[in-house]
């Protein structure tokens, strides 16, 4: 296993995104290790700092909060400026809202990412994360998943990723960027939006429905705990190999949705029942049926490895959504795209 004497401690990080569900746990995390985190945040008229705002006021005190839009050259110039790493967790997601706005996320995912690695570059920054998703790979050819399985875009969400992902590519071998892609797979835990699965049956659950609406039961995903997740970005960007790579963060593991929803179920109402709605099933070509993640490739770069059970990672989400001011307010009747 690599061994890890490598210190956070008055290095200079940028995570960008930082106002998002992923972004807010690494920069907690990067703060808590030691590091000057700046936290590019989307700018908001009245002055969210979207999840950064629920950390502990002596953690914020101590990041500089920069809002701002990586689809502004400018403002991400400046934001990168002096930087010893860049975590780029900025992204469009969703992938139902995707078909109704593909434009939108052609200019964030894509032209933002190049605007950060462009930026990177001239400012000769050490150290640069980019991210991407287990989306890319659509509908598993094999399993585990290994960073040689064919990209796949099977929703302008994804296409737009791989855009990225290749761009981070093309910096890495046009300009020698140190830069490493980083990939991971279906990331849930406190502060996750309500569009994606796992908060869309706890709120409805919580809520006290009896019928439990989703899409497609069959489809199966590798979940992984937030934790889990950033401590891989942590361990990736501390890591000289991992340099020019595409890097999986799986648990190997894989659940359906309709495994998962019954998990969720039995440990908050039992009583619950699940109803397909079809408004909420994706286009038949546009469906990832398959996710299962190889993890062999980051354990042998940086000794990373899943530390949160499923059971476990559920259970502790459940109890975040359930305090009234994280669960309450998200709307549990509606389909959030």
Request: charged fraction near 25%; include cysteine.
């Amino acid at each position: 296993m690599p061994k890890r004497n490598f210190s956070w401690k008055n290095k200079r990080v940028l995570v960008t995104g930082a106002c998002g569900f992923i972004g807010s746990h690494l920069a907690e995390r990067l703060a808590a290790a030691g590091a000057r985190v700046r936290a590019l945040v989307f700018y908001h008229p009245q002055g969210s700092w979207g999840w950064l705002d629920s950390l502990p006021g002596e953690t914020l005190a101590t990041l500089e909060v920069v809002p701002g839009d990586v689809r502004d050259a400018q403002a991400v110039r400046q934001a990168v400026k002096g930087m010893d790493a860049v975590f780029h967790l900025a992204a469009l997601i969703g992938i139902p809202y995707s078909y109704h706005a593909p434009e939108s996320y052609v200019d964030t995912n894509v032209k933002g990412t190049l605007n950060v690695l462009l930026a990177a570059r001239d400012h000769g920054t050490p150290r640069l994360l980019v991210t991407s998703t287990s989306e890319v790979y659509g509908t598993a050819k094999f399993v585990p998943i290994d960073e040689s399985h064919p990209l796949q875009g099977q929703s302008p969400y994804s296409a737009t990723k791989i855009g990225a992902d290749r761009l981070a590519e093309s910096f890495f071998r046009s300009f020698s960027l140190p830069v490493t892609t980083v990939r991971p797979f279906n990331t849930y835990g406190p502060r996750q939006s309500s569009r994606a699965v796992i908060p869309t049956i706890i709120t409805q659950l919580l809520a006290g429905h009896r019928e439990i609406r989703l899409g497609s039961l069959e489809p199966t995903r590798d979940f992984v705990y937030v934790k889990d997740t950033v401590e891989g970005f942590v361990r990736i960007a501390e890591s000289e190999t991992a340099l020019g790579e595409e890097i999986n963060i799986a648990t190997g593991k894989e659940i359906s949705v309709g495994e998962l929803a019954g998990e969720l179920i039995r440990q908050i109402n039992p009583k619950a029942r699940i109803v397909c709605e079809k408004r909420r099933v994706r286009p038949e070509n546009g469906e990832v049926e398959r996710l299962c993640g190889c993890n062999d490739k980051i354990h042998r770069l940086t000794g990373w490895q899943p530390r949160t059970s499923l059971e476990k990672g559920l259970a502790e989400t459940i109890r975040w959504f359930g305090d009234n001011s994280n669960g309450n307010g998200r709307k549990a009747h509606l389909y959030h795209i």
